[in-house]
């Protein structure tokens, strides 16, 4: 026990020696740091913006820093590239990937598109820069309406890669679309039997769901949002309680903002090990060595903007 003490106390010194380090080469560096909500609850807390896949998008975009360091995901690194090409954007882990991003490649959507001449390609945000480049429009789960709603009624659309967030979208629209079949294998891990042993415990919860969760689970939602939108839902709400059906990382910017409500988990399993990756020593390297950068070719950034560009100007 006094073992186990004595180590998590030279840990905690450490990380603190580590934060201490951070800050002071960002500032030497002129970089900014943006972390999604999904990142570990320490490297939320040196983020100089915390949010969902479209506030970082806006941030990436308007930032004056030299270097952003990007602590999520890569296709969130490329947007950020994409969306401020002069910059140096820095993954702290090359290896932190989105398994759903994945599901569909470039080649995948150009044959969808050869059978279904004439369709408007939606992405959502989660895609590669190659697929964003064979896109019209971006969207983000805060957004996906309102984009869906832009389209003239006339116009076939293809929606990728989220199959659940497209359901939702054509739910709440009234719109067809024609959905790749992708997901997110962390909000598939959400049950609805998790939702029913939760409200059970804590029957004056509300219960709020990501729209990449599967339909019988939105089902039970007293609101469906982003993660953002979840974040605001909660700020807002006069009810102390929530049970909330997403990756398990939003549950420390809820604590963090919230003295006094209660933030349940609907599932203990709905981590993305993805977002885990991001470590406090390893954005102290992405700092020191300017590692890994995201580096996309010209061409490739003329063609991607063009689908993030449209849905920015909606906003
Ligand atoms: S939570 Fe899902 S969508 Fe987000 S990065 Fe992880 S796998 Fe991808």
Redesign the pocket.
């Known amino acids: 026990m006094t073992t186990n003490i004595y180590t998590a106390k030279n840990k905690q010194d450490n990380n603190m020696d580590i934060v201490k380090k951070i800050n002071e080469l960002k500032k030497e560096r002129n970089a900014v740091i943006l972390a ?1 909500c ?1 990142q570990p609850g320490d490297i939320q807390d040196i983020g100089d913006y915390v949010g969902d896949s479209l506030g970082l998008c806006i941030q990436a975009a308007e930032t004056n820093a030299d270097r952003i360091i990007f602590c ?2 890569r ?1 969130m690194a490329e947007s950020a590239k994409l969306l401020n090409p002069a910059k140096m954007v820095l993954l702290p882990d090359k290896y932190a ?5 994945d599901m569909i490649n470039a080649e995948d959507l150009r044959n969808m598109k050869k059978e279904h001449p004439g369709s408007v390609v939606v992405c959502y945000v ?1 895609t590669t820069a190659e697929v964003k480049a064979e896109s019209d429009i971006c969207c983000t789960s805060s957004n996906a309406i309102k984009v869906i709603e832009s389209i003239p009624k006339d116009k076939k659309i293809i929606f990728v890669p ?1 199959k659940h967030l497209g359901q939702y979208v054509m739910d709440k629209s009234g719109r067809e679309m024609i959905l790749w079949p992708g997901f ?4 598939q891990r959400i049950t609805t039997q998790n939702i029913i042993e939760k409200k059970e415990q804590y029957p004056q919860a509300k219960v709020l769901v990501h729209p ?1 969760a599967s339909k019988p689970v939105r089902d039970m939602a007293d609101f469906i949002g982003s993660t953002g939108q979840i974040v605001d839902y909660c700020r807002d709400s006069e009810t102390r309680s929530f049970i909330i059906a997403t ?1 398990n990382g939003i549950i420390h910017q809820l604590r963090k903002l919230n003295n006094g409500k209660t933030f349940k988990m609907a599932s203990d399993i709905s981590i ?4 885990k990756k991001i470590t406090l020593q390893k954005v102290l390297n992405a700092l020191e060595n300017d590692e890994h950068q995201i580096h996309l070719d010209n061409e490739l950034i003329e063609k991607a903007l063009i689908p993030i560009d449209k849905m920015m100007a909606l906003n």
């Open positions: 999604h999904y999520g995901v296709f990937g989105c398994p759903m991003a989660n989220d997110c294998p962390t909000h990449e990756e993305c090990p993805n977002m």
